[in-house]
């Protein structure tokens, strides 16, 4: 009889620091620290974590030379399937031209005339430099599509780069449509045609834009989306205050995203809910509006995540290392605290426990640093110093 052998261990030593985000390891902080450790992987899978003095042996060795190791990054919130660019839009607001979602036509258009071909390629791209900089799962929401054909096109071609993928058809109102056919639309036909590649549904929820949808709306098309199968995430409170954090609580949706304005019924909202906050500083970087504030947040017991909202009109990075750092001086974070928030938080946001932590059981996600700790992602910004790596 053959035997099957057994697939190769890696054993990843040298590890100067490294998070699990697994409170019971470590240091008993939310992050985990352990110094001077170890980590093996066997079939993608972490298989032992512990100091590198009691390392088990394994069939490859890897000698991290001191580097801190982390859980890969989680971005959790990213429109990653667009052509064109929006660099004069961006130009426009550093001499005071607002943000109001009507770019996102100048995208839609964009991207309908692409060919699967190149946006496959765009894709990967983004896909590359996103894992270039130590994200290891990514959501990827459609949107720029805006009709049945295209909107089900944008996430057949982001299913073929992650699971986590969201129906974003009530995005914007396209141009020439009526609102109220729109929405039938998006709750209808167009959602039937796009469930079946999508493992969440998402509206922006923003009536302070006229191109955008009202309570009552999103209401409308998350519960169709609900109802089939999906689950929930809300794009609210980003460019005023308004019903889209109050909503997505109602619906019990797993995140929503941006946060930026909220008021005190917003916070004791998700304080008593099972939905993730979302910041995404890198959008009130290119927009300048005020930044969210992750301290009452925290401070209130929510559960917060970080997110890059990779696109091209609002927040055109790809790095949540950029992210953390903004988070930090910005949002009122600890260096730990947003690293939590990138990591386990986003996780949480995408209803993951095998993402986001390194513990035994877990998906080997890893993001190495060229430094000896994580706080460096704040300390040094703008520097390079994170890769992501899949075992
Ligand atoms: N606000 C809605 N959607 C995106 C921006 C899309 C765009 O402007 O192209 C966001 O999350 O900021
Ligand atoms: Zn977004």
Known sequence: MTRVPASPTTLLTGVGELV??????????????????????????????????????????RDLGGRALLPGFVDSHTHLVFAGDRSAEFVARTTGARYDGGGIATTVTATRAADDATL??????????????????????????????????????????TEETTYLGAHVVPA??????????????MLAACAPHARWADVFCEPASAHAFDADEARTVLLAAGAAGLGLRVHGNQLAPGPGVRLAVELRAASVDHCTYLDADDVDALAGSDTVATLLPGVEFSTGHPYPDARRLLDAG?????????????????????????????????PAEAV????????????????????????AHLAVLDAPS???LAYRPGVPLARGLVL
Do not use: I
């Open 20 to 61: 699990t985000n697994d409170q019971t390891l470590g240091d008993g902080s939310p992050l985990g620290l352990l110094h001077d450790a170890a980590l093996v992987v066997a079939d993608g899978r972490v298989a032992w974590v512990g100091p590198a003095s009691a390392a088990p042996p394994a069939d490859r060795r």
């Open 120 to 161: 496959r390629r765009l894709l990967a791209a983004r896909v590359a430099e996103a894992r270039r900089q130590g994200s290891t799962t990514l959501e990827v929401k459609s949107g720029y599509g805006l009709d049945v054909a295209h909107e089900a096109r944008l996430l057949r071609l982001a299913r073929e780069v």
């Open 176 to 189: 020439g449509a009526d609102h109220d056919d729109y929405v039938a639309l998006a709750a209808g036909t």
């Open 302 to 334: 929510v559960v917060v995540a970080l997110a890059t909202d990779c696109n091209p009109g609002t927040s055109n990075t790809s790095s949540v290392p950029f992210v953390v750092a903004l988070a930090v001086r910005e949002c009122g974070l600890t």
């Open 340 to 363: 939590h928030a990138a990591t386990a938080g986003a996780a949480r946001a995408l209803r993951r426990d095998d993402v986001g932590v390194l513990r035994v059981g877990s998906c």
């Open 374 to 376: 994580y706080v460096h």
